[in-house]
């Protein structure tokens, strides 16, 4: 028989949320980082209600906890704005975390008038358990533009090592991790969807947690929904039960709180290997099927020769909507994707593989601090290319682009940067994390002289660490340790190539892999290249014009069109021949080539193909495609032409995504031109919502180191 928590019968017995003795939040990138060291998160659960119509998520959660000291006098939690905490509750717990089945949640019926309440909690009786829970004081502080901080009042008389449990009840509106789209915004035109990103500290809007990941504990949810909307979680186990029209999730390893996702929609599955399966929107399920069927279980297999056994259970892919604002998100067990990368298969393998290898490094070994990001994604990054033989001169190539744009001696090109207080760790994702990081792991595999050696140590350094976080440090201290004679030829100290110096130093990687065998393909690309800077036009254009591109591979007319961005603006004879011989082909290529092209036409303001422009950024709707567009449309000549194409189109984007663009907008239009809704409404087709207002400031501001549009990073 399950006990309900007193605390919540009713919205009036909810506790007030008086004020607890003021204790100012740590200067640090996390508002919970100071209790994050005097408490051991042992499991969360998630009681979760799915609105879609109010675009509102009602949470209830459970936190399972213990002091690691007596008499703690609060715990403090980060959490957002667009929270609001309804109540805070305090129930003791029994001393073993499996003396206690999961709690379960009641979900009140929806019917006109106030929206309904969160769900509400039900204990089971349990040995050591109390059935009841008291209320808490608690009170929520600005902290950054990006959270707040939550501090809840904890009882005096709290010993240290006992078990108890938090419970907080909540809804969300507009948070920037939780997606919510409209039926329009799909491919199937028919149910909403939703999705959450977490990644890096955006999970602090979907639930209050201590949101970095040093932290990492197991946990379950109970999730509704409408009916015949499909709920998926990066989660080990999951059910559907029927009879009360909930999905029930369970993962059973640790993991920090930007690895906790959800995606709710019209979702199909259908089996691609003995552990895998895609999910999708029924228009894209063949395509998707087609493609993945039989290749996820060949890297899985591949990887886990290398490193050791696949430790998730399942290994699942969903297809997201264009609204889907990066490439891929590693969650365990579901791998988030963007639909629009099925356009191309090279884009498609490599970024699928990237994800596997996540399972071992980031996912399984997690980087304990933003600052140091390379050890997932320089990690990830040298097993992807350990498990594929794909060429990656491309990537080098578009990390010393980024070099050249941010200068050699910028804060954020080293492997550890240092976080100021207050600062987004989202704006440290770059290409050094990946590509300056691979370069170091590389070299590392290097000194030991054999590759499957290698292998070996990070095989072991996995098992090591699983399901921990980790620093640099607990890295290269295992590594000296595996390889004793590296140790005792003092390899961390060799002049120039110092481990101190990789990590701090700022520039390029000190030591850069050999690609002469990838010169085959980069080879032609240098020639055409070329041969369209070259003298007189005609000629070379002639010569030009007879190498048949449509027979390269993605990289390759990648890499052609950043060297003609690299060297925009062109003269208006070589764009317009360009225009001449490419474009009509150009268009019919996948996203990652067009939005190339189309900067290029932009950049040079070539006219006779603005069109092409305008029919890109109608059907796009992803923030990867749509806003270095923007960028170079307000950064030149042709910033009526953006609003006109904004206003025709900002009914069909995603609000996050809107709010980004007329911020670009509003800055490119000058000191005191604000788009007005005025203006909106009259360029405006039907879609487009008058009631939105025109300037809001963005949740992500175009104002980070370099802009997205110098550097195209998809992969």
Same mark, same amino acid.
């Not at 979900?107 to 009786?125: D, H, S, T, V």
């Not at 909540?170 to 991790?177: G, H, L, N, R």
């Not at 884009?347 to 990001?373: C, K, P, Q, R």
């Given at each position: 028989?399950?006990?309900?928590?007193?605390?919540?019968?009713?919205?009036?017995?909810?506790?007030?949320?008086?004020?607890? *003795?003021?204790?100012?939040?740590?200067?640090?990138?996390?508002?919970?980082?100071?209790?994050?060291?005097?408490?051991?998160?042992?499991?969360?659960?998630?009681?979760?209600?799915?609105?879609?119509?109010?675009?509102?998520?009602?949470?209830?959660?459970?936190?399972?906890?213990?002091?690691?000291?007596?008499?703690?006098?609060?715990?403090?939690?980060?959490?957002?704005?667009?929270?609001?905490?309804?109540?805070?509750?305090?129930?003791?717990?029994?001393?073993?975390?499996?003396?206690?089945?999961?709690?379960?949640?009641?979900?009140?019926?929806?019917?006109?008038?106030?929206?309904?309440?969160?769900?509400?909690?039900?204990?089971?009786?349990? *040995?050591?358990?109390?059935?009841?829970?008291?209320?808490?004081?608690?009170?929520?502080?600005?902290?950054?533009?990006?959270?707040?901080?939550?501090?809840?009042?904890?009882?005096?008389?709290?010993?240290?090592?006992?078990?108890?449990?938090?419970?907080?009840?909540?809804?969300?509106?507009?948070?920037?991790?939780?997606?919510?789209?409209?039926?329009?915004?799909?491919?199937?035109?028919?149910?909403?969807?939703?999705?959450?990103?977490?990644?890096?500290?955006? !999970?602090?809007?979907?639930?209050?947690?201590?949101?970095?990941?040093?932290?990492?504990?197991?946990?379950?949810?109970?999730?509704?929904?409408? %009916?015949?909307?499909?709920?998926?979680?990066?989660?080990?186990?999951?059910?559907?039960?029927?009879?009360?029209?909930?999905?029930?999730?369970?993962?059973?390893?640790?993991?920090?709180?930007?690895?906790?996702?959800?995606?709710?929609?019209?979702?199909?599955?259908?089996?691609?290997?003995?552990?895998?399966?895609?999910?999708?929107?029924?228009?894209?399920?063949?395509?998707?099927? %087609?493609?993945?069927?039989?290749? #996820?279980?060949?890297?899985?297999?591949?990887?886990?020769?290398?490193?050791?056994?696949?430790?998730?259970?399942?290994?699942?892919?969903?297809?997201?909507?264009?609204?889907?604002?990066?490439?891929?998100?590693? !969650?365990?067990?579901?791998?988030?994707?963007?639909?629009?990368?099925?356009?191309?298969?090279?884009?498609? #393998?490599?970024?699928?593989?990237?994800?596997?290898?996540?399972?071992?490094?980031?996912?399984?070994?997690?980087?304990?601090?933003?600052?140091?990001?390379?050890?997932?994604?320089?990690?990830?990054?040298?097993?992807?290319?350990?498990?594929?033989?794909?060429?990656?001169?491309?990537?080098?190539?578009?990390?010393?682009?980024?070099?050249?744009?941010?200068?050699?001696?910028? *804060?954020?090109?080293?492997?550890?940067?240092?976080?100021?207080?207050?600062?987004?760790?989202?704006?440290?994702?770059?290409?050094?994390?990946?590509?300056?990081?691979?370069?170091?792991?590389?070299?590392?595999?290097?000194?030991?002289?054999?590759?499957?050696?290698?292998?070996?140590?990070?095989?072991?350094?996995?098992?090591?660490?699983?399901?921990? @976080?980790?620093?640099?440090?607990?890295?290269?201290?295992?590594?000296? @340790?595996?390889?004793?004679?590296?140790?005792?030829?003092?390899?961390?100290?060799?002049?120039?190539?110092?481990?101190?110096?990789?990590?701090?130093?700022?520039?390029?990687?000190?030591?850069?892999?050999?690609?002469?065998?990838?010169?085959?393909?980069?080879?032609?690309?240098?020639?055409?290249?070329?041969?369209?800077?070259?003298?007189?036009?005609?000629?070379?254009?002639?010569?030009?014009?007879?190498?048949?591109?449509?027979?390269?591979?993605?990289?390759?007319?990648?890499?052609?069109?950043?060297?003609?961005?690299?060297?925009?603006?062109?003269?208006?004879?070589?764009?317009?021949?360009?225009?001449?011989?490419?474009?009509?082909?150009?268009?019919?290529?996948?996203?990652?080539?067009?939005?190339?092209?189309?900067?290029?036409?932009?950049?040079?303001? &070539?006219?006779?193909?603005?069109?092409?422009?305008?029919?890109?950024?109608?059907?796009?709707?992803?923030?990867?495609?749509?806003?270095?567009? &923007?960028?170079?449309?307000?950064?030149?000549?042709?910033?009526?032409?953006?609003?006109?194409?904004?206003?025709?189109?900002?009914?069909?984007?995603?609000?996050?995504?809107?709010?980004?663009?007329?911020?670009?907008?509003?800055?490119?239009?000058?000191?005191?031109?604000?788009?007005?809704?005025?203006?909106?409404?009259?360029?405006?087709?039907?879609?487009?919502?008058?009631?939105?207002?025109?300037?809001?400031?963005?949740?992500?501001?175009?104002?980070?180191?370099?802009?997205?549009?110098?550097? !195209?990073?998809?992969?």
């Amino acid at each position: 028989m399950a006990a309900q928590c007193c605390c919540c019968k009713a919205p009036g017995a909810e506790a007030a949320p008086a004020r607890p *003795p003021p204790e100012p939040p740590p200067a640090l990138d996390v508002a919970s980082a100071s209790s994050a060291q005097l408490f051991r998160l042992r499991h969360l659960q998630l009681g979760l209600e799915l609105r879609p119509e109010a675009r509102e998520l009602a949470g209830c959660l459970v936190l399972e906890l213990c002091a690691l000291r007596p008499a703690p006098r609060a715990l403090v939690l980060d959490a957002h704005p667009a929270l609001r905490l309804h109540s805070a509750a305090f129930r003791r717990a029994p001393a073993a975390a499996a003396a206690e089945p999961p709690c379960a949640f009641a979900f009140a019926a929806a019917g006109p008038g106030p929206a309904p309440p969160p769900p509400l909690p039900a204990f089971p009786e349990a *040995p050591g358990a109390e059935p009841a829970c008291c209320p808490l004081a608690f009170r929520v502080d600005p902290f950054t533009d990006y959270g707040s901080s939550l501090t809840v009042t904890l009882p005096p008389e709290l010993q240290a090592h006992q078990p108890f449990q938090v419970i907080l009840r909540y809804t969300s509106t507009d948070a920037p991790a939780i997606w919510w789209l409209d039926p329009e915004l799909t491919y199937g035109n028919a149910k909403p969807f939703v999705f959450t990103q977490g990644h890096s500290v955006c !999970n602090r809007s979907f639930f209050p947690c201590f949101d970095t990941p040093a932290v990492k504990c197991t946990y379950s949810a109970v999730v509704k929904a409408p %009916s015949g909307v499909q709920v998926l979680m990066s989660a080990t186990r999951s059910t559907y039960v029927e009879e009360e029209g909930v999905y029930r999730f369970h993962m059973e390893h640790p993991v920090p709180a930007y690895l906790v996702a959800l995606v709710a929609g019209d979702l199909q599955p259908a089996d691609i290997g003995p552990r895998s399966r895609v999910w999708a929107e029924p228009c894209l399920l063949p395509t998707a099927t %087609s493609k993945l069927s039989g290749a #996820v279980e060949q890297w899985l297999s591949a990887a886990e020769r290398l490193y050791g056994p696949y430790m998730w259970g399942r290994y699942d892919i969903v297809f997201l909507p264009p609204s889907f604002p990066i490439v891929a998100m590693e !969650n365990p067990c579901l791998t988030f994707i963007i639909s629009s990368i099925l356009e191309s298969d090279e884009f498609l #393998v490599i970024d699928v593989i990237h994800e596997v290898a996540h399972s071992w490094f980031g996912n399984a070994v997690t980087n304990a601090t933003w600052e140091e990001m390379w050890l997932s994604e320089g990690l990830a990054t040298y097993a992807q290319r350990r498990i594929t033989t794909e060429t990656y001169a491309f990537r080098l190539d578009a990390l010393h682009r980024q070099m050249k744009l941010l200068g050699e001696d910028s *804060p954020v090109s080293k492997l550890q940067v240092k976080l100021e207080p207050g600062v987004n760790p989202s704006h440290l994702m770059n290409l050094f994390t990946y590509e300056k990081g691979y370069c170091f792991v590389y070299y590392l595999s290097q000194l030991c002289g054999d590759p499957q050696r290698f292998d070996d140590f990070l095989r072991a350094y996995v098992e090591k660490y699983k399901f921990t @976080s980790v620093v640099a440090q607990d890295l290269l201290d295992s590594f000296l @340790s595996f390889f004793p004679e590296l140790k005792e030829q003092s390899v961390d100290c060799r002049a120039g190539l110092e481990f101190e110096r990789w990590l701090n130093a700022t520039g390029p990687p000190l030591a850069e892999p050999d690609l002469s065998q990838g010169s085959s393909l980069t080879r032609p690309v240098e020639a055409l290249f070329q041969l369209w800077t070259a003298e007189p036009l005609d000629q070379a254009a002639a010569s030009a014009s007879a190498i048949d591109i449509s027979k390269w591979r993605t990289f390759q007319t990648a890499l052609f069109l950043d060297r003609l961005l690299d060297g925009s603006p062109l003269p208006q004879e070589v764009v317009m021949s360009l225009s001449k011989c490419y474009s009509s082909l150009l268009d019919s290529m996948n996203a990652e080539i067009r939005i190339r092209w189309l900067q290029i036409v932009v950049r040079n303001d &070539y006219y006779p193909d603005l069109h092409r422009v305008r029919r890109f950024l109608e059907s796009q709707m992803s923030r990867m495609y749509t806003i270095p567009l &923007y960028e170079d449309l307000c950064t030149g000549a042709l910033k009526s032409f953006a609003l006109e194409v904004f206003y025709q189109t900002q009914g069909r984007l995603h609000p996050n995504l809107r709010r980004t663009i007329q911020q670009i907008l509003s800055q490119g239009l000058g000191p005191g031109a604000e788009p007005s809704v005025e203006q909106a409404s009259a360029g405006a087709d039907s879609e487009v919502d008058a009631d939105t207002p025109a300037l809001l400031l963005g949740d992500e501001p175009p104002s980070s180191a370099i802009s997205l549009r110098d550097v !195209n990073v998809s992969a």
